[in-house]
Antibody, heavy 118, light 110 residues
Framework: QLQLVESGGGVVQPGRSLRISCAAS????????MHWVRQAPGKALEWVAT????????LHTDSVKGRFSISRDNSKNTLYLQMNSLTSNDTAVYYC???????????WGQGTLVSVSS | QSALTQPASVSGSPGQSITISCTGT?????????VSWFQQYPGKAPKLIIF???NRPSGLSDRFSGSKSGNSASLTISGLQAEDEADYYC??????????FGTGTTVTVL
């Protein structure tokens, strides 16, 4: 069955970097745009970034531009989010999600918690 | 991009219908018919319940329905059940090719 499994979260100090991953299975990963969405503790969902099916184009929300970078390796069916210069405002559960027709997110991973703290 | 505006909470008794609003702008909700709704239980990932304003994923209960007028969209839950108690979020594609979520609504079944 279709699965998205995030990994790589943890506690990181302010100003440091972290890369999180999302392993996809059960569908043809290379045919779909993918997204990262985050949710700070007790807060609403926030769209973070998207990358098209072949990795040649991506977009990031303004608050992470220049610090975060979404990428993918279709040979490994894996989505990545490289996060640099982390601040406490980046503390959140990070979900990967598949985009389907209708510009919607039809499948989500279980999330990985990134906690930025000294 | 500012978050779409939703009421913080909505409540209803079992069997009743409730409606959750989602207000945006002409750059997001009003621009396309690309409004989605998600249900989220505490500690769980969001689940898609409505896409393209009013379409339900295969197998989803027809108690959930969506609509849109101008810059606002709505989710209606009819025949409210205890299992509907959750957080609900709207989302929209935008004219800058990005996405925006709503502020979220907690549904309480009385």
């Amino acid at each position: 069955q279709l699965q998205l499994v995030e990994s790589g979260g943890g506690v990181v100090q302010p100003g440091r970097s972290l890369r999180i991953s999302c392993a996809a299975s059960g569908f043809t990963f290379s045919r779909y745009a993918m997204h990262w969405v985050r949710q700070a503790p007790g807060k609403a969902l926030e769209w973070v970034a998207t990358i098209i099916y072949d990795g040649t184009n991506s977009l990031h929300t303004d608050s992470v531009k220049g610090r975060f970078s979404i990428s993918r390796d279709n040979s490994k069916n894996t989505l990545y989010l490289q996060m640099n210069s982390l601040t406490s405002n980046d503390t959140a559960v990070y979900y990967c999600a598949r985009e389907n027709v209708g510009a919607t997110f039809d499948y989500w991973g279980q999330g990985t918690l990134v906690s930025v703290s000294s | 991009q500012s978050a779409l505006t939703q009421p913080a909470s909505v409540s209803g008794s079992p069997g009743q219908s409730i409606t959750i609003s989602c207000t945006g702008t002409s750059s997001d909700v009003g621009a396309y018919n690309y409004v989605s709704w998600f249900q989220q239980y505490p500690g769980k990932a969001p689940k898609l319940i409505i896409f393209d304003v009013s379409n339900r994923p295969s197998g989803l209960s027809d108690r959930f329905s969506g609509s849109k007028s101008g810059n606002s969209a709505s989710l209606t839950i009819s025949g409210l059940q205890a299992e509907d108690e959750a957080d609900y979020y709207c989302s929209s594609y935008t004219t800058t090719f990005t996405y925006v979520f709503g502020t979220g609504t907690t549904v309480t079944v009385l």
